[in-house]
């Protein structure tokens, strides 16, 4: 199977629902490389309307969290069937912001994965080190250990269905980006687990994106690199014509 080209937008807490809707309006305006699949991944509010704008075929949209239950007395949090309901194919799950302003655990994060996957969303799956594991040199260990913990708790069949985006800590929102030859030492590992755990065909199937100060300057040669399948964008996103250059990286 040939796996995708994904350029994802994470606007994160950015944008009323008017600004939202004219940033896709504006990005809907560029040329956009058709054979690239964009996610739009927008605060819960604006889901819906961003659905009801006419966009080109490979413009889904997506949510940023969700939760594992599927409805009742949990205040304030969205199901799968509501993202769904919004027309929503895609969903972030693990970011590192979750993961630690939130405390969301490997677990939480595997079962948030599985009850999006039995919804029909494609979880884009986070993962990456801190600066401190960087530096001691255990970011591979580290990070295939997050995967490994999460994943315990899926089929090999929903482990084929994931997105997968490596964001190292100490490059979101820095403007310090992992070198193409950083992103690539991880996602080459990333995958190499993968197939040891999954299988080739499985592992060659999955897209691995990179997330970290991706802007239009940088997207053309942390995309050139062999196992990585295009990015998860935040900063850069924000900007309907920098995001358009960073959808034509490929
Ligand atoms: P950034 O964020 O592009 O602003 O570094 C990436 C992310 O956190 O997904």
Redesign the pocket.
Known sequence: MKRKNIAAA?W?MNTTVQEGIKLLEDLCQQSLNSETQVVICAPATHLHGLGLIESPANVAIGGQNMYTKEKGAYTGEISGSMLVSAGVSYVVVG???RRSYFAESNDFLGEKAKSALAHGLTPIFCCGEGLEIRKAGNHVSHVIAQLKASFALLSDEEVAQLVI?Y?PIW????GETASPEQAQEMHAAIRAFLTEAYGSETAEGISILY????KPANAKEIFGQADVDGG?????SLDPEGFAAIINSF
């Open positions: 994470n994160k970011h590192s912001e985006a964001e490059a979101i929102g820095t997330g970290g100060s991706v998860l964008v935040g900063g850069a």
